[in-house]
Every structure is written in C-alpha cells, then in structure tokens.
C-alpha cells in the first residue's frame, strides 16, 4: 500500500513537470533570396504585412503567405519598388527561392519551389513604385 502511493505522489509529479514546458515551436519553411546576378538588388521587404528582420530570409509556418520583394536598381538616381509574391501551400522544413530572372525577354521575379518549380512570378515592368 505505500509503494503504491509513493508511485502515484511520483507519477503527479512528472505531469505537473511536463504541464511547465513551453509549447513546441512548429516546423517552419524558409524563404531565400537566391543571390543571382541581376538587374536590381532584390530585398524581403515583407510577409504578410510584417517587415522581415533579415532582408536576405525568412521563416513562416506552413500555410498561404504574401511576400513583398522590393527591386532597387543598382544606381541611386532611380527609386526602388515593390512587388508582392504569393503562394497558399508552404510546407514546413522546405526551402523556397526567390530570385530575379528573365523570362521570354522580359526581367520577372520569380519564387521557387523545394523541388525547383516555379510557384509564382511577376513581370518587373508591373513594379509599383512607392508613394
């Protein structure tokens, strides 16, 4: 009778130990800007609405999301402008790519899949300057 009251004071006590933990983090998904020669200097502005702390990455949870890329030209005479990328399906623990390429003669910027596939694109041309 007493071992077994010592088993379940001890017992209580390991679930009150696990009830202090913090919730775990969930697996997130990365957001990277390739670093590929091209016409303008590419920045995460935002995700979501939020500004991003690392200009070059992100993390986000998986899910649709909205990332806003602002292009600088390389010369500070022209000012600098934003387009918006989007994708519903982010998975956790993949690596997604954003870059600037060409596409059919014309600068697009583009946001790669885990497995190279293109998720989304936009034509430079439709960059929205600030103001």
Same mark, same amino acid.
Request: hydrophobic share 45%; with cysteine.
């Given at each position: 009778?007493?071992?077994?009251?010592? $088993?379940?004071?001890?017992?209580? /006590?390991?679930?009150?130990?696990?009830?202090?933990l913090p919730p775990a983090q969930p697996p997130l998904a990365?957001?990277?800007?390739?670093?590929? @020669?091209?016409?303008?200097?590419?920045?995460?502005?935002?995700?979501?609405?939020?500004?991003?702390?690392?200009?070059?990455?992100?993390?986000?949870?998986?899910?649709?999301?909205?990332?806003?890329?602002?292009?600088?030209? @390389?010369?500070?005479?022209?000012?600098?402008?934003?387009?918006?990328?989007?994708? $519903?399906?982010?998975?956790? /623990?993949?690596?997604?790519?954003?870059?600037?390429?060409?596409?059919?003669?014309?600068?697009?910027?583009?946001?790669?899949?885990?497995?190279?596939?293109?998720?989304?694109?936009?034509?430079?041309?439709?960059?929205?300057? @600030?103001?």
């Amino acid at each position: 009778m007493k071992k077994t009251i010592i $088993a379940t004071f001890a017992g209580l /006590g390991w679930l009150s130990a696990c009830s202090v933990l913090p919730p775990a983090q969930p697996p997130l998904a990365t957001l990277k800007l390739y670093p590929v @020669p091209s016409a303008h200097v590419l920045t995460l502005a935002e995700v979501d609405g939020a500004g991003t702390s690392d200009g070059d990455q992100a993390q986000v949870i998986p899910g649709a999301h909205r990332i806003a890329v602002s292009l600088r030209p @390389p010369t500070a005479d022209r000012p600098a402008c934003t387009l918006a990328l989007q994708y $519903a399906n982010f998975e956790a /623990g993949q690596v997604y790519g954003i870059f600037e390429g060409d596409w059919n003669g014309a600068p697009t910027l583009f946001l790669k899949g885990a497995r190279g596939e293109i998720l989304d694109s936009r034509k430079v041309a439709q960059c929205a300057l @600030p103001g």
